[in-house]
C-alpha cells in the first residue's frame, strides 16, 4: 500500500496488537501520523500484574517508531489543507477530520475503522483501509506464524476493545483467524 494517514482508533489498534512495526512494515510504504493523533493515542490497556483477569492503562508510546522511521509525524500545511480541515471538523472529530484532509490534500489512503470518517473518505474519493484489513494485509505478504496472527487479534479485541462490525468487509477473516 502507499502513503497512508493513520487515524486514532487504528494506531490504537494496531499499537494493542503488540506488533504494530511489523504490521506498518508489511502493509504500508510509508505510515504518516498527524500531530493531533499523537495527542488522543494516550493509553491501552493491559492486564493487571496483581490480577490477570483486570485490565488496566498503559501509557502508549510512539516515540521510538517515530524515531526509527516506521511511522512520519506530519500536521497541517498549507490553506488547502487547513480549509478542508476546517469544511470536514464540522462532520466529523478534529483528529479525524486532520486525518482525512491530508489523506484528501496529499493524495493518500486513511486508515480509520470510523463509519462516518469512512462514508466522508469514500464521498471525497479518498481510498480507505481498516485495522482488519491491514491485519489481513500483513498476514498474506510478511506470512507470520498462525498463532502471531490469532495473538495480534485477541490483543487487539481485548487490549484495543475494537472488534469489526459484521458487516466489515473482513469481519469473517478476522473471525476465522481468530478461531485458529
Known amino acids: 500500500m502507499r502513503a497512508v494517514v493513520i487515524d486514532t482508533c487504528c494506531l490504537i ?3 494493542a496488537s503488540q506488533r504494530l512495526s511489523a504490521i506498518v512494515i508489511a502493509s504500508i510504504e510509508q505510515a504518516i501520523v498527524p500531530k493531533a493523533v499523537l495527542g488522543e493515542c494516550l493509553y491501552i490497556r493491559q ?3 496483581e490480577n490477570p483477569n483486570h485490565l488496566v492503562p498503559m501509557n502508549v508510546n510512539l516515540h521510538p517508531l517515530i524515531d526509527s522511521g516506521v511511522l512520519l509525524l506530519t500536521e ?3 490553506e488547502v489543507e487547513l480549509g478542508q480541515f ?3 471538523a464540522a462532520m466529523i472529530d478534529d ?18 475503522d470510523d463509519k462516518r470518517a469512512i462514508q ?48 466489515c468487509a473482513y469481519a469473517q477473516w478476522w473471525a476465522e483467524q481468530r478461531l485458529l
Not at 482525512?100 to 490534500?105: E, K, N
Not at 491491514?134 to 472488534?163: D, M
Request: charged content about 15%; overall charge negative; hydrophobic content about 45%.
Open 76 to 78: 497541517l500545511t498549507g
Open 13 to 15: 489498534n494496531l499499537y
Open 86 to 88: 476546517v469544511q470536514l
Open 120 to 167: 466522508i473518505a469514500t464521498d471525497l474519493g479518498v481510498s480507505v483501509v481498516t485495522t482488519p484489513e491491514l491485519l489481513k494485509n500483513w498476514a498474506e505478504c510478511a506470512s507470520p506464524l498462525q498463532h502471531e496472527v490469532t495473538n495480534a487479534i485477541i490483543c487487539i479485541e481485548r487490549y484495543g476493545r475494537f472488534r469489526p462490525h459484521t458487516m
Open 95 to 112: 483528529c479525524e477530520a486532520a486525518c482525512l484532509a491530508i489523506a484528501a490534500v496529499r493524495g493518500s489512503a486513511l486508515a480509520t
Open 47 to 49: 492486564q493487571s500484574e
